[in-house]
């Protein structure tokens, strides 16, 4: 049977199907000649094609149709954000980015309209709100959706080209760790969270606030705030692979489990969020949640 045969073949000649696996991963298409070396996979496979077609059948077909789409979308990001610095002709573009270009789009022209239609769509409130609302990472609330610095990479194209563009006018903010992007205004503001790793709730200490339209940025610093802003459910900002996103949720599911959650317009800051916790009688340990031992004399 073929799929039997395709199985074999693999098995037989992992050290040759491993590398072009890890290619295509990274790249979301077939390699060219010069990038790696094809000639044995031709010789004991028969073509590139061919091997690909093998991986296909005994890997997730869906999987690698995907890698595709992300790695074609992060060109036309990369394509639209040349816009700011003047767009380079294709002979300038690096040797993997024109075959890149050439493997998603054909021709240079096509994917250069496709990166404009796209860098255009970022200032349409629509579609910001409606990628908003589909992204698959980030805290959302009615005016915006919240992301680690961390997790940029994995919001939708035109949300990334969103956030850039008060990239490229401010630059890096330093010490920035949660972007803020408004659904219903072109605003983007850059939050610092310091502790936002170790602290279960981090409090707010600056924001930079950048409106796209004016241009006018705020800045404004909470350090010596006596009752700031702190954070919940922090394992909603980062990506599904970050290395503590499942401890961030261990701590929410035990909060939710003790009603902290009940009155959510009552934690949003310090004070109330310790309100809370008194009232509970649960006190935090790091992120661990604990009966309050503590006794009145």
């Known amino acids: 049977p073929r799929q039997k045969n395709s199985h074999s073949i693999f098995e037989e000649n992992l050290d040759l199907f491993e590398p072009l696996i890890d290619f295509i991963t990274n790249r979301g298409r077939l390699p060219d000649a010069s990038e790696i070396e094809i000639a044995a996979i031709r010789a004991r496979i028969g073509s590139l094609r061919r091997a690909f077609t093998i991986i296909r059948e005994v890997t997730d ?3 690698w149709d995907q890698i595709r789409e992300e790695r074609s979308q992060d060109l036309l990001v990369y394509l639209a954000l040349t816009r700011f610095d003047g767009r ?27 990166a404009d239609e796209l860098l255009f769509s970022a200032g349409k409130p629509e579609i910001i709100n409606d990628a908003c609302n589909k992204s698959d990472v980030g805290k959302q609330t009615p005016d915006a959706l919240y992301v680690h610095a961390s997790a ?7 949300l990334r080209i969103y956030e850039a563009c008060a990239h490229a006018y401010i630059g890096a903010v330093e010490g920035a760790n949660i972007i803020k992007l408004c659904r219903n205004k072109a605003q983007v503001s850059y939050l610092y969270y310091p502790d936002f790793e170790t602290n279960p709730h981090p409090a707010l200490a600056a ?6 339209r004016s241009f006018h940025v705020r800045y404004q610093d909470y350090t010596n705030s006596k ?18 996103r499942a401890k961030f949720a261990r701590l ?35 992120h661990r949640l604990l009966p309050n031992n503590t006794t009145i004399q």
């Open 61 to 63: 077909t869906d999987q």
């Open 88 to 114: 380079p002709r294709f002979s300038q573009l690096p040797s993997d980015l024109r075959l890149d270009v050439r493997a998603f789009f054909s021709t240079y022209r096509h994917a250069c309209e496709l």
């Open 152 to 158: 940029l990479s994995f919001l939708p194209p035109v």
């Open 207 to 212: 924001s930079l606030v950048v409106p796209l």
């Open 227 to 244: 009752n700031p802003f702190i954070l919940h459910r922090k394992e909603t900002f980062v990506a599904p692979n970050h290395s503590l």
């Open 252 to 286: 929410t599911a035990q909060e939710v489990r003790a009603g902290l959650y009940e009155a959510p317009q009552l934690i949003g800051t310090r004070e109330g969020w310790q309100g809370i916790l008194n009232e509970k009688g649960v006190r935090l340990t790091g």
